[in-house]
């Protein structure tokens, strides 16, 4: 099992451009959510999603948007970037908690991107 | 108030101390509680999860949380430099709503060779 893996891992973009994080993840989890993480302020949750087709806003979802239109995928876009979304972002998934399923969550390995 | 405070750090410790990492919360609805690894440039992983109230333990880690205080403590003992890392603790509440977590900003251990 791979787990959670994350496409790309590095990115830098010029202010405007914009891009698609991949989350792919192999453990056939329900749940899926994207996180950015600064310096100081810790994992934010930007959206998340509780099944294929589903997406919901986390505590910081201006600027991105989300689709999960395969149960295994998440993908994350920046339409617009900007230079404060310069981050490192993780995706992660979980189960929904029913038997032989937990909500621990598993965390790929981030895409760090920079927007000068 | 934050609803999970965790001490930054960073932590100093030389090999083989004992580790002592807390967080506090004011939410009185969570019930399950985590530990996160992250080492550096990498993502984080679950190192140890405990429900409600009580101490658990798994080889050099031992996890505890006191809900009468609001207070979770992860001790390492016999501290190594390989778990020089920051530590995030995590919460959550009971329920089919309550699949969300609650993350601490995470400390930064350095364990001293």
């Known amino acids: 099992n791979a787990g959670v893996t994350q496409t790309p891992k590095f990115r830098v973009l010029k202010t405007g451009q914009s891009m698609t994080l991949l989350c792919a993840q192999d453990?056939?989890?329900?749940?899926m959510y994207w996180y950015r993480q600064d310096p100081g302020m810790g994992l934010r949750l930007i959206h998340y999603?509780?099944?294929?087709?589903?997406?919901a806003k986390g505590e910081v979802p201006d600027g991105y948007n989300v689709s999960r239109l395969k149960k295994q995928n998440f993908l994350l876009g920046l339409e617009s970037a900007a230079p404060s979304q310069t981050s490192v972002y993780f995706c992660a998934s979980s189960g929904q908690g029913l038997a032989g399923s937990s909500y621990e969550q598993y965390f790929g390995p981030g895409t760090r991107l920079t927007v000068t | 108030q934050k609803e999970v405070e965790q001490d930054p750090g960073p932590l100093s410790v030389p090999e083989g101390a004992i580790v002592s990492l807390n967080c506090t919360y004011s939410?009185?609805?969570?019930?399950?509680f985590m530990w996160y690894r992250q080492y550096s440039r990498k993502g984080p992983e679950l190192l140890m999860y405990t429900y409600s109230s009580g101490n658990k333990e798994d080889g050099r880690f031992t996890a505890q949380v006191d809900k009468s205080s609001k207070y979770i403590s992860l001790f390492i003992r016999d501290s190594q430099p390989s778990d020089s890392a920051t530590y995030l603790c995590a919460m959550r509440g009971r329920g089919g709503s309550n699949y969300k977590l609650t993350f601490g900003k995470g400390t930064l251990l350095t364990v001293n060779p």
């Open positions: 453990m056939n989890h329900e749940y």
């Open positions: 939410n009185s609805a969570f019930q399950y």
């Open positions: 999603s509780v099944g294929e087709g589903t997406t």
